[in-house]
């Protein structure tokens, strides 16, 4: 199916949580059924700095009106599961990192031919 993509944003500066709603209206050419569609952005933390993780979600509505008045309603659920997400893969990945055994040649500590001779030269 072939659509017209329109994109809507809303200004909110008095919502500390959605300062700004983004809305995609997704209308198929043959005339049927528009899809609204939500899209946000959840800043993480990590070691590396900030990242920047899109979240799109559908909004349940037959206007733009409409639409951003259910915003906040079908976000939430949405990066709630982003969160639980990211946070169950970064549990799975700690704990994969502490039960690896690092070997001495993954350290350039020998092995593989990277000898270290200790004794005192003559």
């Given at each position: 199916m072939i659509y017209k993509a329109?994109?809507?944003v809303e200004?909110?500066?008095e919502n500390p949580k959605f300062p700004v709603?983004?809305?995609e209206v997704l209308t198929p050419l043959d005339g049927s059924k528009k899809t609204f569609v939500g899209q946000v952005?959840?800043?993480l933390q990590t070691p590396f700095g900030i990242q920047q993780v899109p979240i799109s979600f559908t909004i349940p509505a037959e206007t733009i009106?409409?639409?951003f008045r259910e915003f906040e309603k079908c976000a939430e659920p949405k990066i709630r599961e982003?969160?639980?997400g990211i946070e169950e893969e970064i549990r799975r990945?700690?704990?994969e990192v502490s039960r690896r055994i690092v070997r001495p040649d993954e350290?350039?500590?020998g092995g593989g031919g990277n000898i270290i001779d200790f004794k005192p030269r003559k």
């Open positions: 329109e994109e809507y200004e909110c500066p709603k983004h809305i952005t959840l800043g009106e409409e639409a982003a969160r639980q990945l700690r704990s350290l350039g500590l």
